[in-house]
């Protein structure tokens, strides 16, 4: 029998040796390895979990296409298939307008935009002219997610197929840096599916919620495309309200409504109520008072809003509701639903402070107003 107690392991392994061959390799091959193949080694531990990512989305972007076709189909009653059409729906794209010379640029994208809604608008209910209103805004919205998750994933395994075809690490950890944030916001986008093909208030409508709560047994006109506005009396003060045009999922266009409500009521103040992005390590549902234009989007109508204000010198008052990214595209959550009568007072206090007797006020309710009527 072998006596392992009086093997001597420093003997065998050369632990007091620097000459021992062996000890040599156990240390130096290791540093040899990272040295010529550590990025390779990085980029297939990376690649590894980018992959699952990138599955993931294209997971997502078909399944949205089957629910938009599957909508088609069963609501819009359509004579032929809609699917080859859909498709070609979702390699469309839009070309922004040249910005090297920024004197009317605003004008240039709302109109490249606008021209794109509405060539999208049209086409879509080519494939039956009978759909309502309210059915077209939802087919819209949700081509409008279906193309989104799309293009994310084309561009997300574009870059990361460049990336491995040319085994460069330093260009794959860009990806790796914004991949959680992409997937938070696709995996948003993805579980909003159900509330739009329901016409259920999501979080972005707690705006359009209040003011179309407000509008309630008043007489109200449109006063642009899918925006209407009413009249009340408040505490002695005219009130202008104004949202988009509920129950159908839109935004309607609030900047082209403020102009001709500014021209023709004169406000002294306008109150904004809006949705807002919450931070990290903040509450949802907590709301917020400030002032400018409280508005999202690519820009445009808020700087319209903005422009109408200045040339009249007209003080613009925010409130905002902050939630998360899912929260404002996902079915209306109780707590931010329970903000509604809070709002309500902030806005009595907040015209009440700002105006006096025989003012007016123009108070809009800014957000996507699917689910909510006036």
């Known amino acids: ?32 390895l990272f040295i010529f193949y550590g990025q390779r080694i990085q980029l297939q531990v990376t690649s590894g979990e980018i992959k699952k990512g990138i599955k993931k989305l294209d997971s997502y972007r078909t399944e949205a296409r089957i629910e938009l076709i599957d909508y088609v189909k069963k609501n819009m009653n359509p004579k032929q298939d809609p699917t080859k059409k859909i498709d070609q729906f979702l390699e469309y794209f839009t070309i922004m307008p040249v910005d090297m010379d920024p004197n009317g640029i605003v004008e240039k994208v709302k109109h490249t935009v606008r021209a794109r809604e509405d060539y999208s608008r049209n086409h879509v209910k080519s494939l039956s002219p009978e759909t309502d209103e309210i059915k077209l805004s939802r087919v819209l919205t949700l081509l409008e997610i279906a193309t989104s998750l799309h293009m994310i994933y084309k561009v997300i395994n574009h870059m990361f197929l460049t990336a491995k075809k040319q085994n460069n690490y330093p260009l794959i950890l860009p990806l790796q840096m914004i991949l959680p944030f992409i997937m938070e916001e696709a995996e948003a986008i993805m579980k909003a599916i159900p509330a739009f093909k329901q016409g259920q208030p999501i979080g972005d409508g707690i705006g359009p919620m209040v003011v179309g709560k407000m509008m309630l047994d008043t007489k109200k006109e449109k006063v642009a495309f899918e925006t209407i506005s009413s009249e009340k009396d408040y505490e002695e003060r005219k009130l202008v309200l104004l949202k988009a045009e509920g129950p159908g999922s839109t935004v309607g266009r609030p900047g082209d409504a403020v102009e001709s409500l500014v021209s023709k009521s ?11 992005l919450k931070m990290e390590g903040e509450d949802s549902a907590i709301t917020a008072q400030g002032f400018g234009a409280a508005i999202g989007g690519i820009g445009t109508e808020r700087f319209q809003i903005e422009d109408v204000a200045t040339k009249n010198n007209i ?58 009527p006036q």
Request: charged share 20%; net charge negative.
């Open 1 to 32: 029998m072998v006596d392992f107690t009086n093997i001597d392991l420093d003997q065998l392994f050369g632990f007091g040796d620097d000459s021992n061959p062996l000890m040599m390799l156990i240390w130096i091959l290791p540093i040899i």
């Open 266 to 276: 004169k406000p002294d103040i306008i109150i904004m109520v809006d949705a807002a």
């Open 315 to 372: 003080p613009i008052f925010a409130i905002v509701i902050k939630q998360s990214v899912k929260e404002a595209i996902t079915l209306m959550t109780k707590d931010i639903a329970n903000q509604a009568e809070n709002v309500r007072n902030q806005i009595d206090e907040m015209i009440k402070s700002n105006t006096v007797p025989g003012q007016t006020v123009l108070l809009i309710g800014v957000g996507n107003t699917i689910g909510v």
